[in-house]
């Protein structure tokens, strides 16, 4: 008899983290391949709801940046927030609210002191270009920052989808 093997992601953070680390975290879309967020109606949601847990102080999100089938967020989270609760949380409301299927889990990385927050800003404001669905960076529409701030490519802050 064959098991079928399921991998699950522990995101239990280590007690010797400190409470106001960055994280690089990549949520993905149930079916690979297809264009579930850069639409205009499921992009404004999803900044809407990035926006409204910042000012939830649920996290803080410095980008999100949606691709067809996956998004990109560089955050970090309250000392007294759980990271795999809050996105969990997240991804259930948008599930209500506009029927998105996710995979089971979700990547996260911990930025370290050596890593800089802007070059991994930078690194996934490159990643249409790199996927050939924007010829420069400042092209893509679906890009979420709040306001006021930039990239060092003069990304401005958007707060919705572009139509």
Known sequence: M???????????TPLWVTPDADYFVTICAQSRGQNHFC????GQAVFHAVQSYNQRQLWYCRLALLMPDHIHLLTC??????LSRVIGY???SLTRSHAISWQRNFFE????NEENVQQKADYILQNPARAGL???NQDWPYIWMPSGETSADGTSAATSAKT
């Open 109 to 112: 990385h911990r930025l370290r």
């Open 77 to 82: 989270f309250p000392p007294d927030k759980i």
């Open 39 to 42: 639409r205009p109606l499921v």
């Open 134 to 136: 924007a010829t420069q």
């Open 90 to 92: 997240w991804k259930r």
């Open 2 to 12: 064959t098991r079928k093997l399921y991998k699950n992601l522990h995101h239990a």
